[in-house]
């Protein structure tokens, strides 16, 4: 059975809300200051700008997204099986260490978590909670290694 340990979505759906926010403030501004409120307008930056958060979230949930499962270890689009994940603790980061997801660095505002595979290469994992990764994967490979 496949039990989730630990995920991040990436970005949530809420903030398609974002544009028609934006919108309804700039409407209440108009009214507040007693102009004609240009409804119309407003509706069309409402629907224009949560047309342009669309491809926004999906990339972000696609590819900034993580999961720990009891199967793998999901970063973006990639996947490490969890009998791969050798060691977390006291790892170090070898240079040139591999980000897992596909990028060329560890994405901004998230922290690296440098993981050993069995075949005894260092990749570096990442998270905006490093440490509730670290804990999720240290009980992974607690569990792997009492198989």
Partial sequence: MDRTLYSEPGVGWRSLAWGPLFAVLGAVA???????????????????????????????RRFLSLEVTTQALRQGRESVEAKRIADVADVGTPVGARVLGGGWSVPNKYDELPVKLDDGTVVLAWARDVEALKAALTRLVEANEAK
């Fill in 30 to 60: 108009e009214l507040a200051t007693g102009g004609p409120v240009h409804w119309i307008p407003w509706l069309l930056i409402a629907v224009a700008l949560c047309g342009l958060t669309i491809p926004w979230v999906y990339a972000r």
